[in-house]
């Protein structure tokens, strides 16, 4: 009676070491959750303003760092870019060919006019992501962008910036 007692034992405790063992993911930290929404937003600003002409522009300028901002499920992260146009390029312009040459399968786009009165693009990612983009002054284009929205633990207390 005694080996049977023993060998059951041994089996439960084998079963539960697998059970420890899972090989399900391990959940990732509010840092990581964080790190990845903004890498995703900033990478999606790249793979629009690439769709300006290279004769039209000379330069990306992408904060390296944004804020979270609440949204319908949580926090999203929010980030500013600046695309600096050559000085013969009109920015209006390139923002009709950007929304010219968007993929309909990737963005959708719609149009709004900003407090201001300036005209604005607004292109929405299949994945959640979402670029506000308008002239500014100049020679050069905002786009203030977004991720989509993620939840966090309710008792995370987050920076002033990421």
């Known amino acids: 009676m005694r080996w049977i007692v023993i ?5 439960v405790a084998l079963l539960l070491n697998g059970c420890a063992r899972s090989d399900q993911p391990q959940l990732e930290t509010p840092s990581e959750t964080i790190e ?14 690439d769709l300006a002409p290279d004769t039209l522009v000379q330069g990306l300028d992408q904060s390296p ?4 901002v609440s949204c319908r499920d949580g926090k ?19 923002i009709d060919g950007i929304e010219d040459s968007i993929s309909d399968t990737e963005w959708i786009a719609s149009r709004d006019t900003t407090g201001q009165g300036k005209s604005r693009l607004t292109l929405r990612s299949n994945s959640g992501l979402s670029l506000l983009i308008r002239p500014d002054g100049g020679a050069s284009i905002n786009i203030a962008s977004f991720s989509d929205c993620f939840a966090l633990p309710s008792d995370f207390v987050p920076a002033r910036s990421y």
């Open 76 to 94: 999203q992260w929010a980030g500013h870019a600046t695309v600096t146009l050559r000085r013969s390029a009109n920015a209006a312009a390139v």
């Open 65 to 68: 760092t944004g804020s979270l």
């Open 7 to 11: 060998g059951i034992a041994a089996s």
């Open 36 to 49: 990845k929404a903004k890498s995703a937003t900033q990478d999606g600003v790249v793979q629009v303003a």
